[in-house]
């Protein structure tokens, strides 16, 4: 509730009258209410940032109706199985998304819900996938883009090829060689982990460079059985891979500027599968105290800006005022955000969970194994008794 809280907290208060749910009559005076001294004991949506309990409740039904009619309508255009070409509607209405998601959806801070409409309809047809993804890939990896924006589109790549259920085997691999790619050309420009401006990193810092290498370690996480394959009684794991281990124990260390949570999924995930190795680096991180965003922590007094271009070092570049650090500070995409996490709106829910995939810890995976087996030699035992 205190998730959901956050999301809807603005709605509350752009579309409430006087702490009334939204309805047209509330449209008829166009000028806003006063509040004086009279009104301000009464009125306290604007004093007190916590609606009420049950005003949010009605607006989190009102939103998940919402939801559930504008899937309804879009289920005609776009159905879940088809071998057929799209209409053009289907292609006009998709453009149309594409062009809300790109303005709005994806600026907009911790969106939660409206993103599941393009979720779901580009995974109904290959056009639409290719659409979506080059949309993504293209602002992920442009170096002319701030970092917020590439921070952005590289959470919501990265939570796509995770979460959507209908990506096939090849897209998956692909996606992940393409940006597997970019981390081998910005390892190739820095060998020494220092940030060197004008590159394929481009001019911005490493905040792009490290929301590209999170990508990646995160879809590991959740698509690693994509990722290789057997051949001769061999695992044989996507070549492009190996940057990860590479860039890992290189002077960069993005395992100290990424979400450590993540961090730790992907140390635990790899070693079990005896492929990749970086516990030790991330015990060394906490041990010399270089945890996630601690460069930001650490801003001295002197008021100097710091490059986070030196692994577990910092680096005085150049002086700045107090306002520009700040907004420095604030112009970046929570490195434990995702915008495909799991769907929350009880009623309009059942049109997202044919389409995404939940995540299995190891440990869950390993009971499910078991419970598999049980079930297997259950089995086997009530033919034999048959």
Known sequence: ???????????????????????????????????DDSTESSSNLFLDPTPPLTTLRDTITTL???????????????????????????????????????????????????????????????????RFLGLLIERTLDPSLPNIARQASSAYLASFIARAKNLNRETIRTVVEMLCVFLSRCLDEMPHGKFIPGGVAGNNGLAGLYAVFQAVIYIYCFRWRELCEEEDGETVW?????VVQRMAWSALNPLAHVSQEVAQEFARRSYE????????????????????????????STRRDVSSGVSGEMVEIQTVSAESRVKVEEESIPRDWYPFDPYVLPRSKGFVTECFLEYKPSDQEEDDEIVSDDESDESDDMDEDM
Request: no cysteine; charged share 20%; hydrophobic share 40%.
């Open 238 to 242: 996507l070549s492009t891979l190996s």
């Open 273 to 300: 599968l005896q492929h990749i190795f970086v516990h030790s680096i991330l015990k060394e991180n906490a041990r010399k105290g270089m945890l996630d965003g601690f460069l930001r922590r650490e801003v001295t």
């Open 64 to 130: 998940d109706a919402l939801m559930t009619t504008l899937f309804t309508y879009l289920e005609e255009f776009f159905p879940a199985t088809t071998d057929t070409y799209p209409s053009l509607e289907a292609e006009n209405l998709f453009d149309s998304l594409l062009d809300s998601f790109v303005t709005r959806i994806l600026p907009t801070y911790h969106s939660r819900h409206a993103q599941f409409l393009i979720f779901k309809t580009a995974q109904s047809h290959i056009l639409f996938l290719d």
């Open 1 to 35: 509730m205190d998730a959901l809280e956050d999301d809807l907290e603005d709605e509350l208060l752009l579309s409430q009258y006087d702490g009334q749910p939204y309805s047209p009559a509330n449209d008829i005076n166009t000028e806003p209410p006063i509040i």
